[in-house]
């Protein structure tokens, strides 16, 4: 049991420094970017962006999350696992780059060309990054990835005052230099973790169909993802306009503070769930993680909804300020989001993916749906709700089927009461300052539900890391 939170705990701490940082600097940098760029050049930014994060689950075929599953698996070699996922990248870019070259022959709705351009090097960047740096967890070189990530992040913040203060070139700067500092930072994780030696033209078939067969029904998941993340953007620019789609994406700087601890939980739990999986949970391992992960993330959004007013007003400029309206449910729905990736990680253990899938779809149904009445009824608001909304069904979905699976000895009933403390937080937050006083009282309550476990947990997690 020590050596299992030894190992989540230096992970963690890895992570930590390769999420935290870059998200400190971007959070630092959001008054700067506001400034000069305007809600409808964010709204652009934001819909090359998000169309990416559509093309990757489709033409990669989702092969970068059977790396990680078959990279830990014996029976295979990681240079034929590798190989195979390179192989279906190559593949797909080819597909994308026809499809953006008739977009440009055609001008079809008179797209501008750089845009175009801008998407096409982003989706071949994002598409090895994804693949390298989950092989890079498999073949533990989780340093490498730490290192990156933090090259990535300070040559955007570089190349981004150079190209938007020094250089004032605008939206093209401005996705100029998060090309330009992936694609670095990529070539950095490839020479230093020496990716190059694990190419082999010789292509195992077998192998192949497997991670196929395991990777295929994780497509529509990740289609049901950008869903649940994304639609509600295009929902919004059709329905209200490019400018409040920018306003709405600026929202997001806030509860991206969430994000990073969602996502360095995650990325540690990720590998500790296939090296240290027992379906039976004897030593409660599992059931304990997923306690540090509900009460942690609820106690940190409740803390920043309850401060949201004052970091918007620090943060955005007077165009963008009252994006503060769209933070709290978002950031709620970030907490349903660990929850569900949480559990996410264990149906991938075990390879049953098209849980996975229908879980994801279903909330994107939820989430389409619900778009499609609220934005119509209360503007881009709406669409914050269904978000929401939409996580939160695929977290309670979840959840119930592994309890018909698998035997946690988790308190439900006390993290449903936390879902409604939250849930009516965020209709307190509706009102601005006015409710400050009843918004504490939410947080207080949380904390007093919570801190026995927090205490127990992050004492077990006080080991000796190096």
């Not at 996502?263 to 949970?281: G, R």
């Not at 349903?336 to 279903?362: C, D, E």
Request: net charge positive.
């Amino acid at each position: 049991m020590k050596q299992k939170y030894e190992y989540l705990s230096k992970n963690v701490l890895l992570f930590s420094i390769s999420s935290f940082l870059p998200k400190v600097i971007a959070f630092l940098l959001i008054p700067f970017y506001t400034s000069i760029l305007t809600p409808a050049d964010y709204g652009v930014s934001e819909m090359i962006q998000t169309t990416v994060s559509l093309l990757l689950p489709i033409f990669t075929v989702d092969i970068q999350d059977a790396v990680l599953r078959f990279s830990f698996d014996d029976r295979y070699k990681p240079d034929k696992v590798f190989s195979v996922a390179i192989s279906m990248i190559l593949k797909g870019f080819v597909l994308v780059f026809l499809i953006a070259l008739g977009l440009v022959m055609f001008n079809i709705q008179g797209m501008e060309v750089q845009y175009i351009v801008f998407a096409l090097w982003q989706y071949g960047i994002m598409s090895l990054q994804n693949s390298c740096n989950l092989f890079c967890r498999g073949i533990d070189k989780i340093s490498v990835i730490t290192i990156s990530s933090l090259i990535d992040s300070v040559l955007n913040a570089l190349i981004n005052i150079l190209l938007l203060a020094v250089i004032p070139m605008g939206l093209v700067g401005y996705l100029l230099a998060s090309t330009i500092s992936a694609t670095i930072s990529l070539s950095y994780m490839i020479v230093k973790a020496k990716l190059y030696q694990y190419l082999d033209f010789n292509i195992n078939s077998q192998l192949q169909h497997e991670m196929l067969c395991f990777s295929l029904p994780l497509v529509s998941s990740g289609i049901a993802w950008w869903v649940n993340n994304a639609s509600d953007r295009y929902i919004v620019t059709a329905m209200v306009g490019i400018a409040a789609s920018g306003l709405y994406a600026t929202a997001y700087k806030i509860p991206a503070i969430l994000t990073v601890f969602q996502n360095v939980f995650f990325q540690a739990w990720s590998i500790s769930a296939l090296k240290e999986f027992d379906k039976d949970d004897k030593d409660g391992f599992i059931a304990k993680m997923y306690t540090l992960v509900n009460s942690a993330m609820a106690i940190i959004c409740s803390i920043i909804i309850l401060f949201n007013v004052p970091l918007s007003r620090l943060l955005y400029s007077n165009d963008f300020f009252q994006a503060w309206e769209f933070v709290p449910p978002l950031l709620v729905a970030i907490v349903f989001n660990a929850n569900a990736l949480f559990v996410g990680a264990i149906y991938t253990v075990v390879k049953k993916t098209k849980i996975l899938s229908f879980t994801t779809m279903l909330g994107a149904a939820v989430n389409v749906l619900g778009n499609i009445i609220f934005i119509y009824w209360i503007g881009p608001y709406g669409a914050a709700l269904s978000t929401m909304l939409g996580y939160f069904f695929v977290m309670l979905i979840r959840l119930v089927l592994l309890q018909r699976m698998f035997s946690l000895k988790v308190r439900y009933r006390r993290d449903l009461f936390v879902v409604v403390l939250l849930f009516t937080q965020v209709y307190l937050a509706k009102y601005g300052v006015n409710l400050i006083a009843e918004q504490s009282l939410v947080l207080v309550v949380i904390i007093s539900l919570y801190v026995d476990e927090v205490k127990c947990l992050f004492m077990k997690l006080k080991v000796k890391l190096f």
